[in-house]
């Protein structure tokens, strides 16, 4: 007889005694949001006002009391785990025992009020309903389970309806022998959960109900298709609000109901809640937990408070990190990464923890040189804003990083308030969001309006109408270099499809310092100057950095170029600087950021295609200060490093007239003739010099450089 052990059910939506036995959530119920009336609203005060009576531990307002029913089906429950079954007449005794347990007043009285308590987020808000969750109404609902209130008895059939269709499983009551005791919860929890966004993503939802919304890249043009349903097909509309509305309501039960307090906020993915559902409210105080999870657990934005916690509580005995290039799981993509993530017991603490990143199978465990530990102090050290984890491949590697982030501390240190470079960090245009304002600005569509493409690259009309200026992508940039791909010469239908590639802007090409790069889009210029006005840089260039990172064609994640202060899309991450010697830094800063130690350190920080804000704060950079007070020597002759820098940026980025505006402010000739062989040597001493500015012996830099896989394969291709 097995009823009692396999349970199903939404094991993330449910509530338990601590839950019921706290603060009624003011939050389950949605509002207008501003002064007009709403049901919503109403129903607000009334919870506050009944939670400031429950406070005072008024016998009338109490929740408390009712806990102590629970003996009665808990001591069913351990019955059932007592009988052996040495014959049909045990199971058939299980059976009935099981029945007697569930049919059981108190633990109906109990399944009810954390049905309706839970149902709260769930709750029609149109006016259909006759009663509301409250503290007073789970109140009298558990004194008396079958009212002769006509209000109390349609709240008890919606709540009942909602628990059904929704499947609330309230881990306390599936398993009443689990939770009792000193030390509730399960001594071993082992998991593969979902990695699913709450979230309904319009193209992901429509695909296979409707093609051309979900093939739709433009978020303007997906909405008007989406209220065109409602006339078209209306039945499909309705599916979709009804969707919509369900995920909202699930995603306010996850942030506002108090059960997800580490990981139910933002965009919140199932993967990081069912980790904390382990961790925190389901495993014993000196049990094991090993589940597989998405490595964003360790190393993403949205999960930093429960890793934090998992480090800091001494809880994470081991995560064991692989890439899905093999396809161990068939169905996810190569690039997916995920780990083996292994946590104890709140009384079972972990002295040490064990990390192995970058596996491909199972047989790489076996590599001892692949596994390495790491202590609190160093974790903080390199992520001190997030305690997010940096992701080594060898123990070697994990040595060199801890060396480079001793030598150099984080770009920006919040916790400390140090922001040596007084960097900021910003977006322009959001390529979905802000759709409306470039997505019929093409080449085609303004030359028909009667633009015509002047030598600066902007659509102009002779009558002095607002001209259109280009909007930048990533693809467009590599490292000190604002001209590396084009759609010039590539096929209308080819640049707006999923995903258009440009054309490589040749070596030859790029000798012509006039020559400039065809986009997709244009911008009107009163709308790029209204997004500009929130960026504090008054300069006609800007330092661009590329956000996401193709792993099967990007031999170096970091690239960064100084461009023309133009419309940018937000693959790109535009950096300004605050400083005395802003222009200088911004040109120093660039070189840092493209040599290999600084992009050694990038590799280990994101487990994602995509460089986000908070990595870049927390990656070791030298100060300004530690720059100008060092110097080199060339050929004999005492050069100071802030020198240096600026003239090695100066001729590896001025190689187009856009940017003019940029060696105009130096003594330097310009701009330079493209030459590769020229360039090459330059980053090379840069290279070289940076490495000595983090401190790294021959050996170690050497080993830096021998990290990045793909430059091996181009130098044996070349070779």
């Known amino acids: 007889f097995l009823d009692h052990h396999i349970k199903c059910g939404n094991s993330l939506i449910g509530a338990n005694s601590e839950l019921l036995e706290g603060e009624f959530p003011v939050d389950a119920y949605e509002t207008s949001g501003g002064r007009d009336w709403h049901v919503g609203n109403e129903i607000r005060k009334r919870v506050r006002s009944e939670n400031k009576e429950r406070s005072k531990g008024s016998s009338e307002s109490s929740l408390h009391q009712w806990g102590a029913g629970k003996e009665e089906y808990v001591d069913i429950a351990e019955q059932l785990d007592e009988i052996e079954e040495e014959d049909t007449e045990d199971i058939e005794k299980k059976k009935k025992l099981y029945d007697e347990l569930q049919h059981s007043k108190a633990y109906q009285q109990e399944k009810l009020a954390y049905d309706i308590w839970t149902a709260a987020f769930y709750w029609p808000m149109d006016g259909s309903a006759k ?185 994470l005995y081991s995560l064991i990190d692989f890439a899905n290039k093999k396809k161990i799981f068939p169905d996810v993509a190569p690039p997916e990464r995920f780990c083996l993530l292994t946590t104890t017991g709140a009384e079972n603490p972990s002295v040490e923890i064990e990390f192995s990143f970058y596996n491909l199978e199972l047989s790489d465990l076996q590599d001892e040189g692949g596994r390495y530990s790491m202590t609190t102090n160093q974790i903080k050290m390199m992520n001190p804003n997030t305690v997010n984890c940096p992701m080594f491949r060898t123990k070697r590697e994990k040595d060199i990083a801890v060396g480079i982030y001793e030598e150099a ?40 309006k009667g633009y015509r493409l002047n030598d600066k690259n902007h659509f102009v009309k002779d009558n002095g109408e607002e001209k259109y200026l280009p909007l930048y992508e990533a693809k467009f940039l590599q490292q000190y270099d604002h001209r590396f791909g084009t759609f010039e010469g590539v096929d209308e239908e080819k640049r707006f499809g999923r995903r258009a590639a440009t054309k490589k802007v040749s070596n030859e090409e790029k000798k012509d310092t006039e020559l400039n790069i065809l986009p997709r889009y244009w911008i009107r210029e009163s709308d ?20 996401y990172i193709r792993t099967t064609t990007d031999a170096r994640p970091a690239m960064g170029t100084l461009a023309p202060f133009e419309p940018f899309g937000d693959s790109v991450i535009l950096t300004t600087f605050d400083t005395e010697d802003q222009k200088k830094d911004a040109i120093a800063f660039n070189a840092i950021y493209n040599s290999f130690v600084f992009d050694f350190s990038l590799q280990q920080s994101t487990s994602s295609a995509a460089i986000s804000f908070y990595i870049l704060k927390q990656l070791p950079m030298p100060s300004p200060e530690k720059i100008k007070e060092r110097t080199l020597v060339i050929e004999g002759e005492e050069v100071d490093l802030l020198e240096f820098f600026v003239e090695q940026g100066l001729y590896l980025n001025w190689t187009s007239k856009k940017l003019d505006s940029l060696g105009e402010s130096f003594d330097f000739d310009g701009p330079v003739v493209w030459d590769e062989n020229e360039r090459r040597k330059r980053k090379a001493m840069i290279d070289a010099v940076v490495a000595r500015l983090y401190e790294l012996d021959k050996s170690d830099f050497e080993f830096v450089i021998n990290t990045f896989d793909i430059l091996k394969s181009i130098s044996t291709k070349r070779n």
């Open 131 to 315: 009663e509301y969750p409250s503290p007073s109404t789970i109140e009298k609902i558990r004194r008396n389970p079958s009212p002769d209130d006509e209000k109390l008895q349609d709240l008890i059939d919606i709540a009942t309806n909602i628990s059904n269709e929704q499947k609330f499983f309230h881990w306390e009551l599936e398993f009443p022998g689990v939770f009792s005791g000193t030390s509730s919860g399960f001594d071993c929890i082992l998991g593969n959960p979902p990695w699913e966004e709450i979230k309904n993503l319009e193209r992901e939802w429509f695909a296979g109900k409707n093609a051309e919304i979900a093939e739709c890249e433009s978020q303007n043009k997906r909405q008007k298709l989406i209220e065109q349903l409602e006339a078209d097909n209306p039945e499909l509309y309705r599916r979709w609000k009804r969707a919509q509305r369900r995920s909202e309501e699930t995603s306010r039960f996850m942030s506002k109901s108090g059960k997800y307090p580490l990981t139910g906020r933002g965009d919140v993915n199932t993967y990081a809640l069912f980790t904390e559902l382990a961790v925190n409210q389901i495993l014993s105080d000196y049990g094991q937990s090993g589940i597989v999870v998405k490595t964003g657990i360790a190393t993403d934005y949205q999960t930093q408070d429960l890793f934090e916690y998992l480090i800091e509580e001494n809880r």
């Open 409 to 448: 501390s984080v770009l920006i240190n919040e916790e400390a308030g140090r922001n040596p470079w007084e960097v900021s960090f910003d977006y322009l245009f959001h390529m979905s969001n802000d759709s409306s304002l470039f997505s019929d600005n093409t080449l085609e569509n303004l030359r028909d």
């Open 528 to 547: 790029f100057k209204d997004k500009k006005s929130n960026i504090e840089w008054s300069e006609k260039w800007i330092l661009a950095l590329r956000r």
